[in-house]
């Protein structure tokens, strides 16, 4: 069975009186190009595992267990429990959890079913998970060495942005602070069924051995970053001052500022992480 082939799916589908939920994100991708893509960019062999998020009919979980040492797809929705049951039949490398994945202990099925070897995650959710997910494995201290995923074109954009772009923000921060992420290619509405409303990307993060830059207190970083950008259009001294996460006083900025050898006018998206990082450390400690 050809599951990229739209009638095949369908049918497939139909067999199992399975009916999509716009609620869940359920727009399955038929694009036999854009699978490809994603399989090469996740960069899976035989001796790394997959962890699936939200395999739907297993279009794309079929081409990853055909590569990888292992496969676990964890997937919401038990109307699909049987279309995969048939679907991955022939994979003895495949396991199937049906859990939703913002309510199961990441580390704990982690460890159950890979130990501690490394792995890749590759997904194709729905947006609002998407991001929440994904700061919760690069948080983590689990042996993950990439997430290739299907996001809204934004989503990529901002993940992606250098600074003093439009899309550049705190999500562009933390994504660079502990991965190197590259946009592997787009996928129009007419790539899945049923269509989006939304143009999407599929990304690729490569989780680097350690954080791109150093930094003395990494909640104090982030607590920088969150501010410079909770007040984008106010200079950076002012977002910094009137932060709700941190008390720091002005001449401390400014002179933290000074000694940067930056202007006491920029805004926080002008900061490169880099210099996020040389601002948290001179800041550090402050009162939080
Ligand atoms: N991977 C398939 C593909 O590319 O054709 C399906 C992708 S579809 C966009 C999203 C999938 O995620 C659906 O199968 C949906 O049921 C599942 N899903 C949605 N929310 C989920 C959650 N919280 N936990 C696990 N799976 C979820």
Redesign the pocket.
Same mark, same amino acid.
């Given at each position: 069975m050809n599951l990229s082939h739209p009638l095949e799916l369908k049918l497939l589908l139909q067999r199992h009186g399975f009916s999509f939920?716009k609620s869940?994100?359920? /727009?399955?991708?038929?694009d036999e190009h854009i699978l490809d893509q994603i399989v090469a960019a996740s960069g899976l062999n035989n001796d790394l595992c997959a962890l699936?998020?939200?395999?739907?009919?297993g279009?794309?979980?079929q081409k990853l267990a055909m590569c990888a040492k292992q496969v676990v797809a964890?997937?919401?929705?038990k109307a699909?429990i049987p279309v995969l049951n048939e679907t991955m039949a022939g994979f003895d490398n495949f396991k199937l959890i049906n859990?939703?994945?913002?309510q199961v202990d990441l580390m704990q099925l982690v460890k159950e079913e890979f130990g501690s070897q490394p792995f890749i995650v590759v997904? /194709?959710?729905?947006y609002y998970?998407t991001t929440p997910i994904v700061m919760n494995l690069l948080e983590s201290t689990l042996p993950v060495r990439s997430l290739t995923l299907?996001v809204q074109k934004e989503v990529a954009a901002r993940m992606t942005a250098q600074n003093a772009g439009k899309d550049y923000g705190a999500l562009s921060v933390a994504v660079q602070y502990h991965t190197s992420p590259s946009l592997v290619c787009k996928a129009e509405p007419h790539c899945?069924i049923p269509q989006p409303k939304v143009s999407s990307s599929v990304i690729h993060l490569d989780v680097l051995a350690s954080p791109a830059v150093s930094v003395q207190d990494e909640k104090f970083f982030f607590q920088v970053v969150k501010s410079a950008f909770g007040q984008r259009r106010k200079t950076l001294v002012n977002a910094l001052t009137k932060s709700p996460y941190i008390h720091i006083e002005k001449e401390k900025v400014l002179s933290a500022l000074d000694q940067m050898g930056i202007s006491n006018t920029i805004r926080g998206e002008k900061l490169s992480i880099q210099q996020f990082a040389e601002l948290s450390n001179t800041l550090f400690p402050a009162s939080l």
């Open positions: 939920s869940l994100g359920q /727009n399955f991708l038929i699936e998020i939200g395999p739907g009919a279009t794309l979980t964890v997937e919401i929705d699909l859990a939703d994945i913002m997904a /194709n959710l729905p998970i299907m899945f």
